[in-house]
Structures are given as structure tokens and as C-alpha cells.
């Protein structure tokens, strides 16, 4: 699975910035979506997650109230709308998707190559 990301950049605090994550699988609704984020000298977090169908979403403490993900499944692409940027959200994001079998004894991890987000103060 191929993910490509668009829409990182630099914004002001307070301001917004809409993510997409395009899959190259056909078999999208296959896979559960979501964000990682990475900052310099940290590791890799949890931004958030979504499930196949659409409705049963994820998030970090620190993103809810202020991010929002969802899913295209008919153009394959997952979206994180972040409103209320703060500097500590400034980080490399990744796309992820995730596939796991019906008694979860096997999982594939597939990551994108990263939009480096970043807020100013």
C-alpha cells in the first residue's frame, strides 16, 4: 500500500490546516486509517485513528476538541482537519494505515513518507 500525504505547512497559532492522505489500495475499506506525528528529538506519537467505516474515530488527549479525522473510502483518501494550531503540534506527520486479520494473529503497519507540519508563535 502506497499512501501519499498532502497539506502540511507552515500556519500561525490559532490557525488551521487540512491534511489528506491518498491509499494506492483498492481494497481501502480493508485497512483502518490514521495520524502519527514526529518531533525533533521525540518519537513517533498517536494523532489519531479511524475504522473502516467511517464512525468509529481516535484520538489523542492532547488533539481532541481540535482535530478531526475522517475517511473517503470511495476515493480512498483519509483527511485530518487541525484547528486551534498550537507549537507543540509542530512535527512531521504520518499517514498509517493498518490491516489485521478476522482473529488479529496477523497485522500489516504501512506508513507515508510525511508532511512536516509547522506552527508558529
Known amino acids: 500500500v502506497l499512501l501519499e500525504e498532502i497539506g502540511g505547512g507552515l500556519v500561525q497559532a490559532g490557525g488551521s490546516l487540512r491534511l489528506s492522505c491518498v491509499a494506492s489500495?483498492?481494497?481501502?475499506?480493508?485497512?483502518?486509517m490514521g495520524w502519527f506525528r514526529q518531533a525533533p528529538g521525540k518519537q513517533r506519537q498517536f494523532v489519531a485513528a479511524?475504522?473502516?467505516?467511517?464512525?468509529?474515530?481516535y484520538y489523542q488527549d492532547s488533539v481532541k476538541g481540535r482535530f478531526t479525522i475522517s475517511r473517503d473510502n470511495v476515493n480512498r483518501t483519509v483527511f485530518l482537519a487541525m484547528n486551534n494550531l498550537r507549537s507543540e503540534d509542530t512535527a512531521v506527520y504520518y499517514c498509517h494505515a493498518a490491516w489485521v486479520d478476522a482473529d488479529g494473529s496477523t497485522r500489516y503497519d504501512y506508513w507515508g513518507q510525511g508532511t512536516q507540519v509547522t506552527v508558529s508563535s
Open positions: 479511524i475504522n473502516w467505516n467511517e464512525r468509529d474515530t
Open positions: 489500495e483498492r481494497r481501502f475499506t480493508n485497512y483502518s
